[in-house]
């Protein structure tokens, strides 16, 4: 039993750790997933790092090909239209549910994680942008009080995560779309439910296009 649970936990650590790499572009969509190269790199055995790639095919991070193995998915118009709508739709209805049972503390948590994008950008650390972007969003998630709801969305965290590093190489549109963010936030504070599902939607909408847009020129579309 204590093996057992051993082994899973060394194939959730190599999980998390080969799925860093892929949603920071570190190994790219396309590129192979050799075990014995990631066995290496992550100093363990095998085994789990076969375990967690099987996983990482079940969650469309990778995908499996008959005769090549196992290599990092590749990002599709399709994919980045699919999440961006997805993402549109609902993380609007769990702001819209947050802004209606949230406490002025909560607001005020918002805001700081908001300005936590601000100083990021203003510092062009872009990891550290995307750590409060993603927090920005999930805040209001863990608080909107639907779980099922939160559950849709949280399934998206990943290929969002993996999308918002593609945007982040220019630091110029990085401060947009953190203006952007403001935006909403302002919108949060003076409970004004009409213009912060306007600002989350144009918002989603150029991030969309944005990155349509980049991928296309990078001839990766």
Do not use: W
């Not at 194939?11 to 190994?27: H, L, Q």
């Not at 918002?110 to 805040?139: C, G, P, T, W």
């Not at 639907?146 to 918002?164: E, H, K």
């Amino acid at each position: 039993m204590e093996n057992r649970i051993s082994n899973s936990s060394k194939k959730d650590e190599a999980y998390e750790k080969i799925k860093e790499r892929i949603i920071s572009g570190e190994y790219r969509p396309g590129s192979l997933l050799v075990e014995r190269t990631i066995s290496d790199s992550l100093g363990m055995s095998r085994t789990p790092i076969r375990a967690a790639l099987m996983d990482l095919c079940h969650s469309g991070l990778a995908e499996f090909t008959p005769g090549k193995g196992i290599s990092v998915s590749v990002i599709g118009r399709r994919d980045i239209e699919e999440i961006y709508e997805l993402r549109s739709l609902l993380d609007t209805a769990v702001l819209i549910s947050f802004m209606k049972i949230s406490t002025p503390e909560q607001i005020a948590h918002l805001r700081s994680l908001a300005n936590n994008m601000l100083d990021a950008v203003n510092m062009e650390d872009v990891d550290l942008l995307i750590k409060n972007d993603i927090d920005f969003h999930q805040y209001y998630t863990d608080y909107c009080e639907n779980s099922r709801l939160a559950a849709i969305i949280c399934s998206t965290v990943d290929p969002f995560c993996r999308f918002r590093y593609i945007t982040t190489s220019s630091m110029r549109m990085n401060r947009i779309f953190v203006e952007e963010h403001l935006l909403i936030m302002d919108a949060i504070e003076a409970n004004d439910q009409a213009e912060a599902e306007l600002q989350m939607k144009a918002h989603y909408s150029h991030l969309k296009r944005y990155q349509i847009q980049k991928l296309m020129q990078e001839g990766q579309l």
